[in-house]
């Protein structure tokens, strides 16, 4: 029974598409799926320009000291595509931290769309902005400022509603009502 769950791991391991590297408490590598071994092989033969390895083990190590799931907040790149690593801590039956386990997701499209919006954002002579279903901003382009006079980062966090003429405030607490139920807003 323990060899076939044992075959069980290893056979998901294997399958699972992006890198999965799996380290000791001292963040020794003791496992990697092939996604995991073709990763390490990229990055172990590029340096940044300070000279630093890229892939480093911060996160992994933030992981095991706290015992919780830490995910890298700046997204690493290899070979062209970007990825986000997620640190997972496995603990023992006294809730002590063996192993971590580090799994990169590829996040590319993610950056890619970003980026794509960013361009949209910052080249369009309209007001445009990304709000909550609370009805604050989120995101705004640099066309508030000049239409307005407020810098985005006095607006950001503001509710849409103080800038809105009396008579439209109904039909737009409705619009941000209807957004919220996910129906359609022309």
């Given at each position: 029974?323990?060899?076939q769950?044992?075959q069980?791991?290893e056979?998901?391991?294997?399958?699972?598409?992006?890198?999965i590297?799996i380290k000791?408490r001292?963040?020794?590598?003791?496992?990697c799926?092939?996604?995991?071994?073709?990763?390490?092989?990229?990055?172990?033969s590029?340096?940044?320009v300070?000279?630093k390895r890229?892939?480093n083990?911060?996160i992994s190590?933030?992981a095991?000291?706290a015992?919780i799931?830490?995910?890298?907040?700046?997204p690493m790149?290899?070979n062209g595509?970007?990825?986000?690593?997620?640190?997972?801590?496995?603990m023992?039956?006294k809730?002590e931290?063996?192993h971590?386990?580090e799994q990169?997701k590829?996040i590319?499209?993610?950056?890619e769309?970003?980026?794509?919006l960013?361009?949209y954002?910052?080249?369009?002579?309209?007001?445009?902005?990304?709000a909550?279903?609370?009805?604050r901003f989120?995101?705004?382009n640099?066309?508030w400022?000049?239409?307005?006079?407020?810098?985005?980062?006095?607006?950001?966090d503001?509710?849409?509603?103080?800038?809105?003429?009396?008579?439209?405030?109904l039909s737009t607490?409705e619009?941000i009502?209807?957004?919220?139920e996910?129906?359609?807003v022309?």
């Amino acid at each position: 029974m323990l060899e076939q769950e044992s075959q069980l791991l290893e056979g998901i391991i294997e399958a699972i598409q992006d890198p999965i590297i799996i380290k000791d408490r001292k963040m020794n590598i003791l496992r990697c799926n092939p996604a995991g071994y073709k990763l390490i092989e990229e990055i172990e033969s590029m340096k940044n320009v300070s000279g630093k390895r890229i892939l480093n083990d911060e996160i992994s190590e933030k992981a095991a000291k706290a015992g919780i799931v830490k995910k890298s907040e700046k997204p690493m790149k290899s070979n062209g595509f970007y990825f986000q690593k997620i640190a997972t801590p496995i603990m023992n039956n006294k809730r002590e931290v063996t192993h971590i386990v580090e799994q990169f997701k590829d996040i590319t499209e993610i950056i890619e769309k970003e980026t794509e919006l960013d361009v949209y954002f910052s080249s369009s002579l309209d007001l445009l902005c990304i709000a909550s279903t609370e009805g604050r901003f989120l995101r705004l382009n640099p066309q508030w400022e000049e239409v307005l006079g407020y810098t985005t980062e006095e607006l950001k966090d503001r509710e849409i509603l103080e800038f809105i003429h009396t008579d439209d405030i109904l039909s737009t607490y409705e619009a941000i009502k209807n957004l919220t139920e996910n129906q359609e807003v022309i």
